[in-house]
């Protein structure tokens, strides 16, 4: 229950107040214990609602290694579970990862004790409605489709030019993830935020230092000081750009934000977030797309074939591997999700990566193919926290990055003789990527 | 109440009944309608909740934004003169009984 429809107010399960939403009433009456449940509720959904199984089996090397065995085993098993190594409850069905995105009421992005909140401040990804929504309008236009083509695409075929141009440089054998993917994706997100003081190797490293301490579950000290280092950084950078971009506008984030009334707490906290997850993404999603059609070349040959395949090649790479593979949330109340019971103030991982992998709704869900059958997944999120760089993703990578390499480095292919590696599970993509051309 | 009325490519349709003020897209994924997914929730963003509005109600839908306009643009499905995003059209007394078909995919 986002912004729209009747009924708004709906809440909590035990509230006492039917929601006049038929769905949500449906989720209501179906969360209630079986004895519960009278007349004109959903017949077909009155078992008893079992306790989350306990995966004492899941280790944080085997996920950050693979996770996939991992998640298909989970689902197999139950929609949730308590996986005590990760300290959450991990949710990998497609249908109880959907309801959650549905529901913002019993499923709260306002997390406690979130490292997000230290490492970064309290962004508009840790928010609810109306919070969350204030600072979302906050950014304007500046991602939306109309900006990107006005202004942003010229920018990235500008950029792509000289990152793969840096590439070819240092000639076959270069790394695709650090020597392209990376910088291309940091100098695009450099501009886009507007901090023409700094370089895309800045935005590298705050991005990568301030997720290092969103992950930071093992309290490691040093990895707190890079964190806040760069985030020391990243506030300067900021207070020293406001009154340039006062003076000389233009379409960038920090620009908009710089003559609006939110308050610096929250500019900052939203630029942070934005930083860490403006890089990663993209540059993931760029080198898995890429390594996925270089792994299928039969598909490759389909995508070469027909420019409008870059966007779907793009689309299955983003189901395939969720660069985002898990994000938190956290119950308001007790409730029961897709018949399991959930206490209240439990931590979530909705585990995206699991669900854009679940037989339920995908056939053959392990198989990176182009030409399945199109079906929504759910990479980028969906409701009020539905992904706002969606857009600028699909730009620079499917629009501009895929067709250009294509065509600037013929025989491309991945080196026989040194293996790419992907790795990671809250955030996956390839850590190494060596890539060889004609 | 008013009602909406949703065509499949098929031509099999879905009325649904909803509380005044609700929107196109709201009203479709609250009763399952097939075809509309919704994934932004209602912010104009994904378009994903495109829909053809039959010309008989054309005269009283709301104009279309900036925001719906350029998201128009990016419907899976072709754009016609009938498109309007579900999300942005709310159906009142001078909407009831309104009937969109249902665009081949979203996505």
Redo the contacts between chains.
């Keep these: 229950m ?6 708004e107010t709906a809440a909590c399960p035990f509230s006492g107040n039917l929601p ?5 009433r449906a989720a209501v009456l179906a969360s209630l214990p079986a004895d519960h449940v009278g007349s004109g509720s959903v017949a077909e959904n009155t078992e008893a609602p079992i306790d989350p199984p306990v995966a004492d089996w899941v280790t944080i090397p085997e996920l950050h290694r693979n996770p996939f065995p991992i998640y298909r085993r989970m689902r197999e098993e139950a929609p949730v579970h308590w996986v005590p190594a990760v300290n959450r409850y991990m949710v990998t069905s497609y249908a109880a990862c959907h309801a959650i ?2 529901d913002a009421d019993v499923f709260s992005a306002n997390e406690t004790g979130s490292l997000m909140k230290r490492a970064m401040g309290h962004s508009m990804l840790r928010k609810d409605d109306p919070e969350h929504k204030v600072d ?1 309008d906050s950014y304007g ?1 500046t991602l ?3 900006t990107i ?1 006005k202004h942003w695409a010229a920018i990235f075929e500008e950029n792509n030019r000289k990152y793969l141009d840096e590439l070819v440089a240092k000639g076959p054998g270069a790394d695709f993830v650090w020597d392209y993917a990376a910088p291309y994706a940091a100098e695009n997100l450099r501009l886009i935020c507007g901090f023409h003081n700094s370089t895309q190797e800045d935005l590298q490293r705050w991005s990568q230092s301030m997720i290092d301490g969103t992950g930071n579950y093992a309290d490691d000290a040093d990895v707190w000081a890079k964190s806040e280092a760069a985030s020391a950084e990243v506030d300067a950078a900021i207070d020293d750009m406001i009154p340039y971009l006062l003076k000389n506008p233009d379409h960038s984030l920090l620009s908009g934000l710089a003559s609006l009334p939110i308050p610096l707490e929250s500019v900052r906290a939203n630029l942070k977030m934005t930083i860490g997850g403006g890089l990663n993404e993209p540059r993931d999603v760029l080198a898995t797309t890429v390594w996925a059609l270089l792994s299928h070349p039969d598909q490759l040959a389909d995508v070469v074939a027909d420019s409008k395949l870059h966007a779907t090649a793009f ?1 299955e790479s983003v189901r395939w591997v969720a660069p985002i593979g898990m994000y938190p949330r956290q119950t308001t109340c007790e409730t029961v999700l897709e018949g399991v019971r959930i206490p209240e103030g439990a931590r979530l991982g909705v585990v995206l990566g699991a669900a854009n992998r679940d037989p339920a709704v995908f056939v053959d869900p392990e198989s990176y193919n182009i030409h399945r059958a ?3 997944h759910l990479g ?1 999120g ?3 926290h ?1 992904c ?1 760089g ?2 600028i993703a699909r730009a620079q990578v499917a629009q501009v990055a895929m067709p250009a390499l294509f065509d600037r480095l013929p025989g491309l292919r991945l080196d026989p003789d040194n293996a790419a590696v992907d790795a990671g599970w809250v955030f996956r993509g390839l850590i190494k990527m060596p890539v060889l051309w004609d | 109440m008013p009602t909406i009325t949703y065509v499949q490519p098929s031509g099999q349709s879905d009325t649904v009944t909803v509380e005044d003020n609700t929107s196109l897209m709201r009203a479709a994924v609250a009763n399952n309608v097939n075809g509309i997914v919704g994934e932004c929730g209602g912010q104009a963003m994904c378009a994903t909740c495109h829909v053809y509005v039959r010309p008989e109600f054309a005269d009283a839908l709301p104009d279309i934004s900036e925001d719906e306009e350029e998201m128009l643009d990016c419907t899976t499905a072709e754009r016609t003169d009938a498109s309007r995003l579900g999300c942005q059209v709310r159906v009142s007394t001078e909407l009831d009984g309104i009937v969109v078909d249902i665009p081949e995919g979203q996505v």
Excluded at chain 1, 20 to 24: H, I, L, N, Q
């Design positions: 986002n912004v729209q429809g009747p009924s006049t939403d038929p769905t949500e995105e549905q979302r236009s939306r489709p109309g083509k689309e199109k079906k929504p980028f969906g409701g009020q539905f706002a969606t857009w």
